[in-house]
T-cell receptor, first 116, second 108 residues
Framework: DAGITQSPRYKITETGRQVTLMCHQT?????MFWYRQDRGHGLRLIYY???????DKGEVPDGYVVSRSKTENFPLTLESATRSQTSVYFC???????????????FGPGTRLTVL | GQNIDQPTEMTATEGAIVQINCTYQ??????LFWYQQHAGEAPTFLSY????GLEEKGRFSSFLSRSKGYSYLLLKELQMKDSASYLC?????????FGQGTELSVKP
């Protein structure tokens, strides 16, 4: 049971480059989420997706693009990376049920991104 | 606006009891989660409250008062491995809104 995986785990890039972070889940969960985690800010939602081909903005979407052509994959792209996007990025998923602990979000291991 | 407050850091002694508080002001409320996050790892689910009162799971308990916008996580018989960040999160319309997290250090 692989669960939810992210790749790469670590990435160093330069300002202005395009970077894509991958997220893959094996549970067939409907909902998937991208967060960034920064000291002093906690976890902040970037984008989320309710199903394939359905995506919506979260709290901090600027500078990011997402797509979801298949239920199991939810890639996050930084079209032109900036130093302020240096962060740890977590992908998460949950089943369609929103109520109770069954609506719990499960997190991937994270990608540590450094933009020089 | 959305606001969730937790203390930034706490220190406690091995074998003791510690209470981590969380207060929230959100536009909607569909439940409150506590997650544990060890350094360099992903957050993992600890507990969930949607009704007022106490939920107990082994050494961990979580309390909710919806009228006061208040929750706490109680950790008993502290162990060194409990040193981690504890994240309070409110579910609002299917999304989770996180507090900044409380970094707990357990000392021998």
């Amino acid at each position: 049971d692989a669960g939810i995986t992210q790749s790469p785990r670590y990435k160093i890039t330069e300002t202005g480059r395009q970077v894509t972070l991958m997220c893959h889940q094996t549970w067939s969960h409907s909902y998937m989420f991208w967060y960034r985690q920064d000291r002093g800010h906690g976890l902040r939602l970037i984008y989320y997706s309710a199903a394939a081909d359905i995506t919506d903005k979260g709290e901090v979407p600027d500078g990011y693009v997402v797509s979801r052509s298949k239920t199991e994959n939810f890639p996050l792209t930084l079209e032109s990376a900036t130093r302020s996007q240096t962060s740890v990025y977590f992908c998460a998923s949950r089943r369609i049920l929103a109520g109770g602990p069954e609506g719990t979000q499960y997190f991937g291991p994270g990608t540590r991104l450094t933009v020089l | 606006g959305q606001n969730i407050d937790q203390p930034t850091e706490m220190t406690a002694t091995e074998g003791a009891i510690v209470q981590i508080n969380c207060t929230y002001q959100t536009s909607g409320f569909n439940g409150l989660f506590w997650y544990q996050q060890h350094a360099g790892e992903a957050p993992t689910f600890l507990s969930y409250n949607v009704l007022d009162g106490l939920e107990e799971k082994g050494r961990f308990s979580s309390f909710l008062s919806r009228s006061k916008g208040y929750s706490y996580l109680l950790l008993k018989e502290l162990q060194m491995k409990d040193s981690a960040s504890y994240l309070c999160a409110v579910r609002d319309a299917g999304k989770l809104i996180f507090g900044q997290g409380t970094e707990l250090s357990v000392k021998p």
